[in-house]
């Protein structure tokens, strides 16, 4: 079955310090979307990737899409505490209405 | 537009007990999904509806879980008897189908304890 991979499971970071999460499927992705969710939260949307090789970018956060639509990466320039979270991507295959979420990369950023 | 709305929000019971979390997704919304996160399992998708029809509901763990969703604006998921292991945090997400629009938003939660 459909399986979302993330890695590394955890990352501590000095402040100031890139940060980088990885996404894998099993599967050949239509989208791939990611979220955050900050401790004792809930996820939030972040950003929505669709085409092959495709790159997007928010402020510090930069998201890639692979070109066979089966990877993606998120990538933080210069953490900052506020970046401390759960980051999670969700694919979605052609013709599904639900996402796969991955199994997440908990960001912890030490002042 | 008050987003998504789960209650409780803390709910504590014995084991045995029956367990009903309730959501009421954002207005126009025709996805419900409800998921359960724990630390060992992740977040798991354990039924989906699209306009009050449920679609999917492989990822219910078993007989002792049941959904419903009566109207566009509710939806309850009820956990009849409980037991420890379904301690975990709940969550209820609702999205509106389209292109570009099929971004899922949580609600804050129902962080169950079965003790």
């Known amino acids: 079955g459909q399986q979302v991979m993330q890695i590394p499971q955890y990352q501590h970071v000095q402040e100031g310090e890139d940060f980088t999460t990885y996404c894998n499927s099993s599967t050949t992705l239509s989208n791939i979307q990611w979220y955050k969710q900050r401790p004792g939260g809930h996820p939030v949307f972040l950003i929505q990737l669709v085409k092959s090789g495709e790159v997007k970018k928010q402020k510090r956060l930069t998201f890639q899409f692979g070109e066979a639509k089966k990877n993606s990466s998120l990538h933080i320039t210069a953490t900052q505490t506020t970046d401390v979270g759960t980051y999670f991507c969700?694919?979605?295959?052609?013709?599904?209405?639900?996402?796969?979420f991955g199994t997440g990369t908990r960001l912890t950023v030490i002042p | 537009d008050a987003g998504v709305i789960q209650s409780p929000r803390h709910e504590v019971t014995e084991m045995g007990q029956e367990v009903t979390l309730r959501c009421k997704p954002i207005s126009g919304h025709d996805y419900l999904f409800w998921y359960r996160q724990t630390m060992m399992r992740g977040l798991e998708l354990l039924i989906y509806f699209n306009n009050n029809v449920p679609i999917d509901d492989s990822g219910m763990p078993e007989d002792r879980f049941s959904a419903k969703m009566p109207n566009a604006s509710f939806s309850t998921l009820k956990i009849q008897p409980s037991e420890p292991r379904d301690s975990a945090v709940y969550f209820c997400a609702s999205s509106r189908t389209g292109v570009g629009k099929n971004i899922q938003y949580f609600g804050a939660g129902t962080r169950l304890s079965v003790l």
């Open positions: 969700a694919g979605r295959q052609t013709g599904a209405n639900n996402l796969f």
